[in-house]
């Protein structure tokens, strides 16, 4: 799928997640997790394609020989908010080296998914999970969490749940995070921020469904 339906398709997405609770849905529940899986697959195919561009503008530089220190500071920019912490020094330190061995340095690099490191039972990568608590702290999961331990009914799980998808909207719009109907593009700042809101919102539906009783 080319990068931009890609692009189109997620923001969509995102924009229903975060607005009213449409028909067709028997519950909060059900259009919350729908709603996280769909967007989990748009955003991993695009940080994917976001990397790959990144890398592939870089090396035409390289092999044109037309590599500075603004090249690479903007090469490191968008990096960092791509893949892991480890891949990142790893590639940051193999600068230095030669034009080939820069290459094999680029092509080792895979784009870091929060999500899917929320989704692993263990082995997490630990700047991930550093960023995921830090973002479910800043929406207001935890007092939404123990709104639903205090009373663990289906009419405080609904409530919880959409105030969740308030809250993103709201970390959203605070990162600025192009949502609208023409949004530019999604830079890797904004793919970030979706990336660390949507990963914080599965440890949400994870922490209600323990807590009512249910397995994922």
């Known amino acids: 799928?080319?990068?931009?339906?890609?692009?189109?398709?997620?923001?969509?997405?995102?924009?229903?997640f975060t607005g009213k609770l449409p028909p067709g849905y028997a519950d909060e529940k059900e259009f919350f997790l729908t709603s996280l899986q769909t967007m989990t697959e748009y955003l991993s195919d695009l940080q994917k394609e976001t990397l790959q561009d990144l890398c592939d503008n870089f090396t035409r530089k390289l092999d044109a020989g037309k590599v500075t220190m603004e090249t690479i500071s903007e090469f490191k920019a968008g990096a960092d908010r791509l893949i892991s912490a480890a891949d990142f020094r790893s590639v940051s330190a193999g600068m230095a080296g030669s034009k080939e061995f820069v290459k094999k340095r680029l092509l080792a690099l895979a784009a870091l998914s929060m999500i899917g490191e929320e989704l692993k039972a263990s082995g997490r990568d630990p700047d991930a999970e550093r960023r995921i608590t830090e973002t479910y702290s800043r929406l207001g999961f935890p007092a939404l969490a123990k709104k639903v331990e205090a009373s663990p009914d289906a009419f405080t799980v609904g409530a919880a749940l959409s105030k969740a998808r308030e809250e993103v909207a709201a970390f959203c719009c605070l990162y600025r995070v192009p949502m609208g109907e023409a949004a530019e593009t999604l830079t890797p700042f904004s793919l970030s921020c979706v990336d660390a809101a949507l990963a914080a919102s599965y440890r949400l539906f994870k922490a209600i469904r323990h807590l009512t009783g249910r397995s994922m």
């Open 1 to 16: 799928m080319p990068k931009l339906e890609n692009q189109a398709r997620l923001v969509t997405a995102l924009r229903a």
